[in-house]
């Protein structure tokens, strides 16, 4: 599985940015996505998943302002961010998680950055 992601930019707080992850290969396989970020000096952490019955999860930090959603065929996944803050500025990547018996795999994006000023 490849995955491609778009749609980072530098925007002011308060703004939104639409991410994109467009996934290539053996997409019958994925079981979830997930977008994940890391900012500076931070560790990795989740944002958002989605499963495949199009269950939602979302970190504390952004519940109600951030949006996962994937498209009909399966295959792209999005992250609606609305009411941005500067906290929010990180790499954002893409996560997808597979299954193909008997083991599961993750497969990652390239990473896309988001700015937040002030």
């Known amino acids: 599985v490849q995955l491609q992601a778009s749609g980072g930019g530098l925007v002011q707080a308060g703004g939104s940015l639409r991410l994109s992850c467009a996934a290539s290969g053996s997409t019958f396989s994925i079981k979830a996505f997930g977008w994940y970020r890391q900012a500076p000096g931070k560790q990795r952490e989740l944002v958002a998943a989605?499963?495949?019955?199009?269950?939602?999860n979302y970190a504390d930090s952004v519940k109600g302002r951030f949006t996962i959603s994937r498209d009909n065929a399966g295959n792209t996944v999005y992250l609606q961010m609305n009411s941005l803050k500067p906290e929010d500025t990180a790499v954002y990547y893409c996560n997808a998680e597979t299954y193909e018996r008997p083991s599961w795999e993750g497969y990652w994006g390239q990473g896309t950055q988001v700015t937040v000023s002030s």
């Open positions: 989605i499963g495949s019955h199009g269950t939602t």
